[in-house]
């Protein structure tokens, strides 16, 4: 995959003075290091699941496990007491076939000249910059980039794909129902629920008697769970319940639990101990822990009213962050300015064969003078 990025880097009139990789494109440090290109490797998973992974593979808990799944382990050296098993805390390519690719994924991190993360830092502070230390890399926290503006309705609900329902209709239909009191269901593009993890979840939702709207891709793909679904689930539900089969828009709305575009946030919901037999079959969770987590979440008591405060508490400051003045505006601000100064050492470097060592601080550091107006940037990602 490397060929098509060589030959357009070598099309352009100047070297580029950085080039961006999402973590899933490691083949672009062969093209970068042959080239003199600063490279920075982009993540979009949380700085906590970042960090709860790498920890797991430098500690050997991984291997320690590696014949059960379903073994329940303690996250080593981590801000937070963190308990879960292998099916949770899978590393992002930690599937078969994929261990050479795991493998350069790694390397490619290792050797970036900084990580810039989808997060920002009054959601994972602690866990941003024990990241940073632990890599020993330069990193920022630039999100959240859904938050960035300078994108109307119909754009931001055909980010990164045609969804696969009106979104007129979707609007129209949460604008029928109270605010705060829709429940938004979403196991992300890659995730894919069992079809009998699948129905233990719709019960769950049936049971609720809460309004909810579920993006239930499975319902798209899989035979079984379609079959199910034709025997009435959505005709019992239909005054609550909206379900998108494929690819949800991405939108925000005032009448969701959370604007899950801004910040995804834990319900705080605890469920029982998994029943190993269920499991096998391929259910985590009953319908049972699906009803008694809902209510927790949505229940007009303290705790559950505590939850939603919280959740709207950190959309606002996942706004605050993008904008001017915001921590993830400053922090996108100094990735430039470290940028423009790596570039300036390369060129001195090739114009004095004196190579030069960077002496930048291993954290954005936010107190550098401004780099002249000489230094315009031509960043590729």
């Known amino acids: 995959m490397d060929e098509p990025l060589e030959e357009y880097v070598r099309s352009l009139p100047r070297r580029p003075d950085c080039l961006i990789a999402d973590t899933c494109n490691p083949w672009t440090a ?21 960090l709860a992974t790498h920890s797991l593979s430098t500690h050997g808990v991984y291997d320690r496990v590696a014949d059960d799944e379903l073994e329940t382990f303690e996250v080593p050296d981590f801000p937070v007491r963190a308990v879960g098993n292998r099916a949770t805390f899978r590393g992002f390519f930690q599937w078969p076939g994929m261990e050479n690719y795991e493998r350069d994924v790694v390397e490619a991190e290792a050797t970036a000249d900084g990580l810039l993360i989808n997060t920002f830092r009054d959601l994972e502070g602690v866990f941003i910059d024990r990241y940073a230390v632990a890599l020993g890399r330069k990193t920022w926290a630039i999100g959240p980039t859904c938050a960035s503006g300078g994108l109307d309705a119909d754009a931001m609900a055909g980010r990164g794909n045609r969804a696969d329902v009106d979104v007129g209709l979707v609007l129209s239909w949460l604008d029928a129902r109270p605010a705060s009191s829709v429940l938004y269901i979403s196991f992300g593009s890659l995730a894919q629920l069992s079809p009998k993890q699948v129905i233990e979840l719709a019960r769950g939702l049936e049971a609720s008697e809460r309004p909810f709207v579920w993006a239930i891709k499975e319902a798209k793909s ?35 639990l959370v604007e899950v575009l801004d910040v995804g946030v834990r319900s705080g919901a605890k469920l029982p101990p998994m029943n190993l037999p269920e499991e096998a079959e391929g259910v985590q969770v009953r319908s049972a822990d699906v009803e008694k987590a809902v ?18 508490e950190l959309a606002a400051k996942a706004k605050a962050a993008m904008e001017e003045g915001g921590s993830s505006y400053a922090e996108l601000d100094d990735m430039l300015r470290h940028v423009a100064e790596l570039s300036m050492k390369k060129s001195h470097e090739e114009d004095t064969g004196v190579s030069t060592q960077p002496s930048a601080p291993l954290l954005g550091s936010k107190n550098k003078e401004n780099i002249g107006a000489g230094a315009a940037l031509s960043v590729e990602s």
């Open 30 to 50: 062969g093209v970068c290091a042959r080239h003199g290109i600063p490279r920075l490797m982009l993540h979009c998973p949380s700085a906590y699941y970042l």
């Open 222 to 256: 899989n035979a079984d769970v379609q079959a199910w679904l034709a025997e009435g689930f959505e005709e019992r539900v239909a005054d609550r319940g909206l379900l998108v089969r494929g690819w949800a828009p991405q939108f925000c709305s005032e009448r969701l």
């Open 295 to 312: 209510a927790e979440l949505m229940d007009v008591a303290p705790d559950g009213t505590a939850r939603r405060a919280r959740a709207k």
